[in-house]
């Protein structure tokens, strides 16, 4: 079965900073003020 992404769009927040980080594609890389916090969609 092939693997299809519908995951596009992934949100996070920070519990140290409280920034709140949102990766809107994939292989979109982000990362919070503080660097706690790294998010990829993949
Ligand atoms: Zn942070």
Not at 12 to 37: G, P, R, T, W
């Amino acid at each position: 079965m092939k693997e299809t992404y519908k995951l596009v769009k992934n949100i996070i927040s920070c519990n140290k900073c409280k920034d709140i980080i949102e990766s809107k594609s994939i292989h979109d890389y982000e990362e919070c003020k503080c660097e706690a916090v790294q998010l990829m969609v993949d």
